[in-house]
């Protein structure tokens, strides 16, 4: 009986132990599968960064124009030394000095024609030219006192008439128009444009004498037209 009971004994231990064992391997499958699958693999997900976008390039400066320096003078608004561009015309610079006045007389100037560095625009005024040539007044007659003595041969002398010399009024040739300068005896249309074109690239005239730099005005020229003319 006892060695029975003692078979017994031990076969309820290996029983109690299988089944101990098998519970403590199922909880640790259960709980723990990595001690018998082994590490799973670790998938690591990048983010693919996006292609970097090209930017556009930065807008460059404009090159500035090169400017040239006039003076505008005249019938203008707001006389004095403008800047502008180096393909600036006449107009512009009218413009640019305020507009012409109401007196302007911007039809004798070339409002087309291109300025240089350095030059001078003068807006002329416009002036009221009468319709008839005003003509000098007649020479005066001064009458000679008769001779206190008289001698019987001899008429008594008769009074002498004597001309004092008298100028017309005289044109400035550095403000004058078209029409004003062709009133002049001897300057016809085309030496009238002559005047104007040679004023407006020179400048104007520094004294009546520099008329003979003018196409077509020589001394001769110059000597008749001295005493209606003048510049200032």
Same mark, same amino acid.
């Given at each position: 009986m006892d060695i029975l009971e003692s078979q017994h004994r031990k076969i309820i231990i290996i029983l109690v132990a299988v089944i101990l064992a098998g519970g403590?391997?199922?909880? #640790?499958k259960h709980f723990h599968p990595t001690l018998f699958l082994g590490e799973p693999d670790l998938v %690591?997900? !990048?983010? !693919?960064a996006p292609p970097p976008t090209a930017s556009p390039p930065a807008p460059s400066a404009p090159t500035p124009k090169p400017e040239i320096a006039i003076h505008v003078t $005249?019938? %203008?608004r707001s006389p004095g030394v403008y800047y502008l561009s180096t393909d600036a015309r006449v107009h512009e610079a009218i413009e640019?000095? $305020?507009?012409? !006045?109401?007196?302007?007389? %911007?039809?004798? @100037?070339? @409002?087309?024609?291109?300025?240089r560095d350095g030059e001078q625009i003068r807006v002329p005024e416009i002036r009221q030219t009468p319709n008839v040539k005003q003509h000098p007044p007649a020479p005066k007659t001064i009458k000679?006192?008769? /001779?206190?003595? !008289? #001698? /019987?041969?001899?008429? /008594?002398q008769l009074p002498v008439e004597r001309s004092t010399p008298s100028d017309g009024p005289r044109i400035n040739i550095n403000t004058a128009t078209s029409q004003e300068l062709q009133s002049i005896r001897g300057i016809g249309p085309a030496m009238a444009r002559r005047i104007i074109e040679y004023r407006q690239t020179s400048g104007g005239f520094s004294t009546v004498d520099? @008329?003979?730099? %003018?196409? $077509?005005? $020589?001394?001769?020229t110059l000597e008749k037209l001295r005493g209606s003319v003048t510049a200032y």
């Open positions: 403590a391997y199922w909880m #640790l %690591v997900e !990048t983010e !693919t $005249g019938a %203008v640019k000095a $305020g507009g012409k !006045t109401n007196r302007a007389d %911007v039809h004798s @100037l070339n @409002l087309a024609a291109k300025i000679e006192p008769a /001779p206190t003595a !008289t #001698l /019987p041969s001899v008429s /008594p520099d @008329l003979t730099n %003018v196409k $077509g005005i $020589g001394e001769k």
